[in-house]
């Protein structure tokens, strides 16, 4: 099953920017409280046909929201409430510009939605990873992203001024779902009662005032003359409620990074695409040369240090795969260095847990080994003669969908656990990856992490911590026949099936939002009465209704 | 947003069948253990324009199999172990009928698998709630939906005869996803390990002996000469498991059924039809004249007992608005009755919830509460003069996306809670109505089960029973607009909403096959690599190979 659909690739979207380059936020500290105002320029759309009316937003604008959210942990630790808000006249955020969408391609919309989505979950990581606390203050209209945006927040305060509301106007008026998280933040996390949430997610116009917060759907009102008064009370009362970790943050830097047609370079990862093949090979490379252990050390290289530099690297590498190269349906994870290097800086990650940059080190860790959970590619791990699969990097093993590894005696291969692997990095769904390995036996969970220690290729396959073991006979030819059958199939086939197989187990209201309601807004992009000719998204802005066929499905 | 698609409505399709008509399956008795044979007619499909080649299936072939689950349970109490076999030479069953499936619309794809989903999950309920043990015994390949049918059952034993194996080739062969309950009940029931699982469901030839056995896949393997020496060995051994309940069951009388152009009528149920408005009054009413309070007395009526004649017809109603409806948006449940009636039937089904029988009404009426809860059309209840809606009818307006309720001295309505709202009825997450609906006051449950009574409109509101409640004066205009509102939305944006707001909270086995895995396999049912002129669903059994877009989304 081969195929050939030709398409040029368009120009490559980069998710680099800092606060000088803003064009849509302002980011203000005034420790400990920060505040993050969207004023968005309506003439600087990420891509030319589109204006960004009334806080409207595009991947440009999310660019800047996900930098700004990520600065907020590393570079101000002081901070320990944000107040988001908006920075136009009685407007908040109208949500996900619609000519924009109704103008994307299908995989466009689904990763915009997808990336959307993350950032989101990245800002209640910080409230609970960082303990910073968000405030929304919505101080006019906010509708459909903009609500969802208010909904990843810790706290809603609505201006109550007989005119704002807050919205979910996509099914009634766009014919598609609140899919940035909405739908499930509703009744998962602020658990808004399901008729009422059925009533609100139908109302085209929303629900203001007293109502909105007898509902549930926000938690404060203010008239417009105490509006500002009781953003700063609360935003105190916010910052007050959560301990100071430290008062200095570190630099977020540059990412030092060479792109070429087929590659991607940077200090610690690197990645060659093979488009004949369709497959990129990914490479981590672990720490080298003497490593701090203290945190003073760590301190002083800041950004510079190997886990925050080599994941800063590994997330814009998948950020890039993603956007960047749809027709590579296969990442090859390879590492390259000292395993004792990678166990040894696992050590200092986990005795040093304490600190607070070496605390957010970890978290960040975790976001981007979900990124890679939730990446829609195949992933096979290939643990090969010259790797260091131990602890944190072996993480990204237990994420790949098959983990092959070579058993010969003249190149001997190991993987190591580490204290890093009892639970530090937690998939979207909350359990571990040994967890969810070993979800069938769980008992082998502790009892691996118990007597932490390196496997041979032997040990590793009784173990069951990789899935082939072959010797060196077999294993080029078995890896290789494994490629080729993998980009054979049904990229679409093979989305869904990892989206079911990666995620056994229990769910929770971040998986539920990658699982149910994406699944589900994925679908119904896919249907004419949202995308077809007549149907509500296309149609949007235009002087005719849209057409529905009424058939239920 | 009006439309207007003029279809027209196919011969409509009926759910009755009874041993004695089966084309597909027999059904033997010997108690304790009963058998079900598959032995597929290939001249017997549901539709003309296929061939039911190799124990392949259909709707028809899947109506037979609901039919006989269902009989079991009530007809067959005295048998405690099911064996599940294939009546053809080698061959178990090779899954649904893919040319039934590549020539149907995508609404009948869908709506299919949900109902072969739902009979698979009776399975799991009569194992789980009758203490009837399902043995898949399979005699030779057994693949794709072969498979998970098997998955459903509580054991499965493999013939190891050296060519026969267990497959799921969905993925690699036809595009699309094991998705009836494949890939959730691999994981998440019988916790096979997740990259094994990927390899086993991208192996189109499956696997074999005692690699299926060793990966989980299977529980038992058994050479031919043994094959059905085992089988009688591990049947016997379920059934010794399960200890007996009753000696004689209770036969399924043929429904009492009147279908008209514009109209179902049944003794309890009666559904009209607004193909104007597209819109369904879906009426059910409750008990008449003197019931029976004692086991005997039930027994003498059977199926006629009101509760399993009353749920059994609304079955019958949302399986015909389901599938020969597919217009109609919005179903209004109703009620008509004496709420007194209902309430003392609550206590009578409460009381009595030891005997057998009871305890299989009991276990009926939750299935069919779920099959409403999945069904994709919108439900508001109506609370009107003359309505009954106490404990297990009440469940329909918490079942329903919004209540309305009336609120007029002159024309008093009431509702009740019973104990019959306490968990007898779970939901597919495993949470109960109450439960679902209080997420965010769970102590409201208990505080409103500790204390069961009726409830005036005010009070009703009070305690966030209903969702609107209006006076005489609003209620006929607000409820028309509701009406005339819901019906001008897109369907599919509306069945999206639907499966997030309906499913607050946690997830399971069952609601994930729901959830995450139906709603992918539906966004893989658009898509052009399956059903698209060269996608491989269309071109499965073709000399040509299909052809697929290549970018990953």
Known sequence: MTSGTETQRPARITFDTSPDQYKHWKLEVDAPVARLTMAVQENEPHRPGYELKLNSYDL??????RDAIERLRFEHPEVRAVVVTGGLDRVFCAGANIHMLSSSTHAFKVNFCKFTNETRLGIEDASEGSGQKFLAALNGTCAGGGYELALACDEILLIDDGNSAVSLPETPLLAVLPGTGGLTRLVDKRKVRRDLADIFCTTAEGVKGNRAKKWGLVDHVAPRSKFEEVVQKRAAELAASSPGK?????????????????????????????????????????????????????????????????FRELDDALLHLRINEPEIGLVLLKTEGELDKVVAMDGVLEGLKDDWFVGEVRLLIGRVLRRLDLTAKSFFALLEPGSCFGGTLFEMAMAADRSYMLDDPDNPVELALTAMNAGAYQMSQGASRMETRYLGTPEKVGELLGDLRSYDPADAEDEGLVTVVADDIDYEEEVRIAIEERVSMSPDALTGMEANLRFPGAENCDSKIFGRLTAWQNWIFQRPNAVGEKGALTMYGKPERPVFDIRRT
């Open 246 to 310: 430290a008062s200095e943050g570190i630099t977020l830097t540059p990412l030092d990074r060479t792109i070429e047609e087929d590659s991607i370079v940077y200090p610690n990862v690197s990645v060659e695409i093979d488009r004949e093949e369709r497959v990129a090979k990914l490479t981590v490379r672990g720490p080298q040369g003497d490593q701090p252990t203290d945190a003073d050390g760590i301190r002083q290289l800041g950004a510079a240090w190997w886990p925050i530099q080599a």
């Open 60 to 65: 440009g604008v999310d660019i800047e929201l």
